[in-house]
């Protein structure tokens, strides 16, 4: 007898990366597939990171031999997806002998680059700071350094993207609603979802993933009839942004007494964002900040290393992100794998919870969640995500730099600056935004500085943007380059102008 609830395969509760990459991978797989956020796409952990697809060098020092190769792996399949937020990058650690031998990292720096195949980045070399363009910017004490190589992603729009190709194989994506409440019914779960407005909505799956990282368990132990069997520890990860440090591309990565690293990383072209810290957190999951001696750590760790002297003063941003991580209380936060574990309670419908997990491995993550459902679920377990692009990622050889170069001949009559932010924002998707528009003045309105109406409709349309928040600092990082009332001016003219239905996002 037919109930009324929308019914699914799959229902995906949490859309940070590692909800929407399992989203993503049902739905390509042919499986109806619903995914629910109750906030906005990206909104906490996974636009917090340090911004960087990356094999772990330091998790070599804990042997976890393991991740390292899957992150490497992974890091090779990314890079070629989404060519347009996923960069190469090359990495500076400046030797300090009191801390770890030279033996040692060139030792950690071998197995870094044999674990698992390069077809993108170079190997990496001892380098001579005294003539390298590196080493101008650091104390002169350090003369001697390594250079190796990673890539940096937008980690929001990462997010988004895969959201997006998720709906474009028949998913559905619901941003601001949370799900309530699961319940069994013999063979399926019942869910009640709550919209923003209030309204509640019904749907049936055969089967629920929980991706709602730091929520994990408190989800389990307040929406469903299944107690958490794991309680994740909450780490604290912040980060800081201070006016740009140096004159080149490189990144570095720099060693602290206490074994952290932490790195300073060129940002938004005029920035240096230099992170990360680790410490426990027991407040408020949705509200995390950094902590003054947070930012003291991150400013004394660069001034340890470069000759500019940094003081509170040049913050000029700070944001703060939830890792959760499945380690017995007693172990040091930074020794504490950042691999994935699946628990799957399934006497009778599946419900799958993701503790742990990075940015680098969410594609991975997802697949092996869509495999361990499959194989209860009678599934098809037919993989494709490995050889798959992002929306906008299908550019000429993966190259980057010459698609920027062509879209440049393309629109000669706007402005290079602003070709170069959309390409590397949007890929190969910018004709859509752009449409027949020759002029900056063809863009509509610019609402704020560099930031067209066009473009705010589009987010709308095809990103599930809503708030100048969702605009500035997940979609865009505009936030950093205009005034300090931007948003409020934004939210103002958002308000002004509701989003029609034609602008409602596209279901493919």
């Known amino acids: 007898m037919d109930d009324g609830r929308s019914k699914y395969d799959l229902l995906v509760v949490g859309g940070g990366v590692n909800g929407a990459g399992v989203a993503r991978d049902a739905a390509g797989r042919g499986l109806r597939t619903l995914l629910c956020e109750q906030h906005d796409l990206a909104a906490h952990t996974s636009s917090a990171s340090t911004k960087l697809i990356h094999g772990g060098l330091r998790y070599l020092e804990f042997y976890d031999f393991r991740l390292v190769r899957k992150s490497l792996r992974e890091r090779e399949i990314i890079l070629e997806s989404a060519p347009h937020i996923v960069r190469p990058m090359r990495f500076v650690l400046p030797h300090d002998a009191h801390l770890r031998p ?29 003539r390298h363009p590196a080493g101008a910017p650091l104390a002169p004490r350090y003369t001697k350094g390594f250079v190796y190589s990673d890539a940096w992603v937008d980690d929001a729009r990462l ?42 909505m019904h749907v049936e799956a055969s089967a629920v993933v929980n ?62 964002l230099i992170g990360t810290t ?11 900040a950094i902590e003054t001696p947070e930012v003291d750590y991150l400013l004394a760790m660069a001034n340890r290393y470069f000759q500019r002297e940094l003081a509170r003063s040049d913050v000029r941003w700070s944001f703060a992100g939830l890792r959760p991580l499945l380690a017995d209380p007693a172990d040091v936060a930074t020794s504490v794998t950042r691999d994935y574990v699946l628990d799957v309670e399934d006497h009778g ?90 002029s900056t003045q063809e863009l509509g309105e610019e609402v704020l500085p560099g930031l067209h109406q066009r473009e705010i409709e589009y987010l709308r349309s095809d990103e599930w943007a809503v708030t100048a928040e969702d605009i500035l600092y997940r979609r865009s990082k505009l936030a950093l380059h205009l005034p300090a009332d931007a948003a409020a001016r934004l939210d103002d003219w958002l308000a002004r102008h509701p989003r029609s239905d034609s602008s409602r996002p596209a279901l493919v």
Not at 182 to 197: F, G, M, P, S, V
Not at 222 to 247: E, M, N, Q, Y
């Open 278 to 288: 680790e410490r426990d957190y027991k407040d408020d999951l949705a509200t995390p």
């Open 159 to 200: 997010v988004v993207l895969t959201a997006m190709d998720a709906r474009a194989h028949g998913a559905r994506i619901l941003t601001r609603t949370r799900c309530t409440r699961l319940e069994r019914d013999d063979n399926r779960w019942l869910a009640t979802l709550l919209r923003a407005d209030g309204s509640e």
């Open 102 to 130: 030279a033996w040692m990292i060139r030792a950690g720096l071998f197995l870094y680059d044999h674990l698992a195949r390069r077809r993108r980045l170079p190997g990496s070399e001892g380098i001579n700071l005294r």
């Open 349 to 438: 419908p599946p419900l799958l919870s993701i503790y742990g997990g990075k940015l680098t491995t969410y594609r991975r993550l997802s697949e092996d969640v869509i495999d361990k459902l499959a194989a209860r679920l009678g599934w098809s377990r037919k993989q494709w995500t490995a050889a798959a692009t992002l929306p906008g990622g299908d550019m000429k050889g993966a190259d980057f730099g010459a698609f920027r170069d062509e879209l440049r001949k393309a629109y000669p009559r706007l402005p290079a600056t602003l070709l170069d932010r959309l390409a590397a924002a949007y890929g190969t998707r910018v004709d859509r935004l752009l449409g027949v528009a020759r």
């Open 211 to 272: 991706a709602t990282g730091p929520w994990v368990d408190r989800f389990l132990d307040s929406s469903t009839p299944i107690p958490a069997r794991r309680h994740p520890r909450i780490v604290k990860g912040s980060h800081i942004v201070v006016p740009r440090l140096f004159d080149h591309d490189f990144a570095y990565i720099f060693q602290a007494p206490d074994r952290r690293i932490v790195f300073a990383i060129p940002y938004e072209h005029e920035y240096t």
